[in-house]
């Protein structure tokens, strides 16, 4: 009976510990995975500081750019692509009298944005270089805008009223939305990193018309705040705004991209516009991503807490397993001086030991389910949203709890299986 009470409490301390520590898991897997697995290492970020020691961070440049340097990178085209892009917000009007106007957000982008980020398309698609250089109102829109506005029919040609201006739709799009939201991060805001993507997007030649500012400024003043009343005087002035991403193909590339980045900034500097030595940077998105820390502290923090209670967990379990195979003592002795070898003592203790895994790794499942379900209770919703449990979490459960209990009964079998069998024979 106590062999069965030691068994059962092995079982649900295995079930709770690895359970706890898949919870985690799923939303630590949720909030740090590659947002563009098959581009991610070839999609670059391009710094300049423009705004100095006093102002940048810690010496490295702003994540941002000014208006200034990312027209200056645009007009320059040193790569295959590039896109410059900011988010902002947009008053929406419909015709239909029964949809209210309101208040949507997205993004002011260049041509190069739907090809660069592989932007699925539900009807029609983006617009040309030709429209940026026109300026022309053109627009592109959500799935879920389309289908508020236009019930999800085909609105390609049909007209949207933006902040009182009429932009021609030339696509919709299908179910898009990266996370975290990577792209615009700098201009929308990095503890923004979890919402979803914006519902418009118009060409940022045409927004910056319009006197549109982004959602997110960095200005090199005590403020650090942005004066628009002048309009082009802050285009024009040191404000970072601007999110800029390069397309580079190869190394050899990335190192003439980078070269002419320092080029640029010593010109600059030459020019007597930058008062300090070219300080530029260039990271990929699969760099860039752990530098910017987008993924919220609380769900690493969550998955070092969980792994140090699966530690505790598995100290408590070895030392249940050495009481239970010691309490069979005189049966491993008898084998013994019957001919069993020792191997076959472990290979019994470490296939019950496996047994007791999978089912602590069933129990834990269904707890893994429950927490997964439960996890509102415990982050933000942003966050809670993205967690779920597919088959590869369910199965790694199970995994971790076998291996985690054979683990675990690796000490208490070698002890069992060193038992002298005259010992036991005298004693009985």
Same mark, same amino acid.
């Given at each position: 009976?106590? /062999?069965?009470?030691?068994?059962?409490? +092995?079982?649900?301390?295995?079930?709770?510990?690895?359970?706890?520590?898949?919870?985690?898991?799923?939303?630590?897997?949720?909030?740090?995975?590659?947002?563009?697995?098959?581009?991610?290492?070839?999609?670059?970020?391009?710094?300049?500081?423009?705004?100095?020691?006093?102002?940048?961070?810690?010496?490295?440049?702003?994540?941002?750019?000014?208006?200034?340097?990312? #027209?200056?990178?645009?007009?320059?085209?040193?790569?295959?692509?590039?896109?410059?892009?900011?988010?902002?917000?947009?008053?929406?009007?419909?015709?239909?009298?029964?949809?209210?106007?309101?208040? =949507?957000?997205?993004?002011? +982008?260049?041509?190069?944005?739907?090809?660069?980020?592989?932007?699925?398309?539900?009807?029609?698609?983006?617009?040309?270089?030709?429209?940026?250089?026109?300026?022309?109102?053109?627009?592109?829109? /959500?799935?879920?805008?389309?289908?508020?506005?236009?019930?999800?029919?085909?609105?390609?040609?049909?007209?949207?009223?933006?902040?009182?201006?009429?932009? =021609?739709?030339?696509?919709?799009?299908?179910?898009?939305?990266?996370?975290?939201?990577?792209?615009?991060?700098?201009?929308?805001?990095?503890?923004?990193?979890?919402?979803?993507?914006?519902?418009?997007?118009?060409?940022?030649?045409?927004?910056?018309? #319009?006197?549109?500012?982004? !959602?997110?400024?960095?200005?090199? !003043?005590?403020?650090?705040?942005?004066?628009?009343?002048?309009?082009?005087?802050?285009?024009?002035?040191?404000?970072?705004?601007?999110?800029?991403? +390069?397309?580079?193909?190869?190394?050899?590339?990335?190192?003439?991209?980078?070269?002419?980045?320092?080029?640029?900034?010593?010109?600059?500097?030459?020019?007597?516009?930058?008062?300090?030595?070219?300080?530029?940077?260039?990271?990929?998105?699969?760099?860039?991503?752990?530098?910017?820390?987008?993924?919220?502290? !609380?769900?690493? *923090?969550?998955?070092? +807490?969980?792994?140090?209670?699966?530690?505790?967990? *598995?100290?408590?379990?070895?030392?249940? #397993?050495?009481?239970?195979?010691?309490?069979?003592?005189?049966?491993?002795?008898?084998?013994?001086?019957?001919?069993?070898?020792?191997?076959?003592?472990?290979?019994?203790?470490?296939?019950? &030991?496996?047994?007791?895994?999978?089912?602590?790794?069933?129990?834990?499942?269904?707890?893994?389910?429950?927490?997964?379900?439960?996890?509102?209770?415990?982050?933000?919703?942003?966050?809670?949203?993205?967690?779920?449990?597919?088959?590869?979490?369910? %199965?790694?459960?199970?995994?971790? %709890?076998?291996? &985690?209990?054979?683990?675990?009964?690796?000490?208490?079998?070698?002890?069992?299986?060193?038992?002298?069998?005259?010992?036991?024979?005298?004693?009985?």
């Amino acid at each position: 009976m106590r /062999s069965k009470a030691l068994t059962t409490l +092995v079982i649900m301390l295995l079930a709770f510990g690895v359970s706890a520590c898949m919870v985690s898991y799923a939303v630590f897997r949720a909030t740090t995975s590659d947002p563009l697995p098959a581009r991610s290492s070839h999609l670059y970020i391009p710094q300049i500081d423009n705004v100095g020691a006093a102002y940048n961070n810690e010496g490295e440049p702003i994540e941002t750019l000014s208006y200034i340097d990312a #027209m200056a990178l645009w007009r320059a085209r040193k790569a295959s692509w590039l896109t410059l892009l900011y988010a902002t917000k947009w008053q929406v009007e419909s015709d239909n009298p029964l949809i209210p106007a309101t208040s =949507l957000g997205g993004d002011a +982008v260049t041509a190069d944005f739907f090809s660069m980020f592989d932007v699925p398309f539900r009807f029609g698609g983006g617009w040309t270089a030709d429209d940026d250089a026109q300026r022309s109102n053109v627009a592109v829109i /959500s799935r879920h805008l389309n289908e508020t506005l236009f019930a999800g029919q085909n609105s390609v040609g049909r007209e949207i009223r933006l902040d009182g201006q009429l932009f =021609l739709i030339g696509g919709v799009l299908e179910d898009w939305n990266p996370r975290p939201r990577f792209f615009d991060a700098g201009s929308h805001g990095t503890v923004y990193a979890f919402d979803d993507a914006g519902d418009i997007y118009i060409p940022f030649t045409r927004a910056t018309d #319009m006197k549109k500012d982004s !959602t997110f400024v960095y200005c090199p !003043t005590a403020s650090r705040q942005s004066d628009t009343s002048h309009w082009d005087a802050y285009l024009h002035s040191e404000c970072d705004r601007i999110d800029a991403w +390069v397309e580079l193909a190869t190394p050899v590339d990335v190192d003439r991209y980078r070269e002419y980045l320092r080029n640029y900034a010593g010109e600059q500097q030459r020019l007597g516009r930058f008062s300090w030595a070219p300080n530029i940077r260039l990271r990929n998105l699969t760099d860039w991503l752990p530098y910017w820390r987008l993924s919220p502290s !609380t769900s690493t *923090l969550s998955m070092l +807490v969980s792994a140090s209670f699966l530690l505790i967990v *598995l100290v408590n379990v070895v030392g249940l #397993m050495l009481a239970r195979f010691m309490r069979r003592a005189p049966e491993i002795g008898i084998r013994r001086a019957l001919g069993a070898s020792r191997v076959t003592i472990y290979g019994q203790f470490l296939i019950e &030991a496996a047994t007791m895994g999978f089912v602590g790794g069933l129990f834990g499942v269904a707890l893994t389910l429950l927490g997964v379900w439960g996890a509102e209770g415990l982050f933000e919703p942003n966050i809670a949203r993205l967690v779920h449990a597919d088959t590869s979490l369910i %199965a790694l459960t199970v995994l971790l %709890a076998i291996a &985690a209990t054979v683990v675990s009964a690796l000490y208490p079998t070698w002890r069992a299986a060193q038992t002298q069998p005259a010992w036991q024979i005298k004693i009985n």
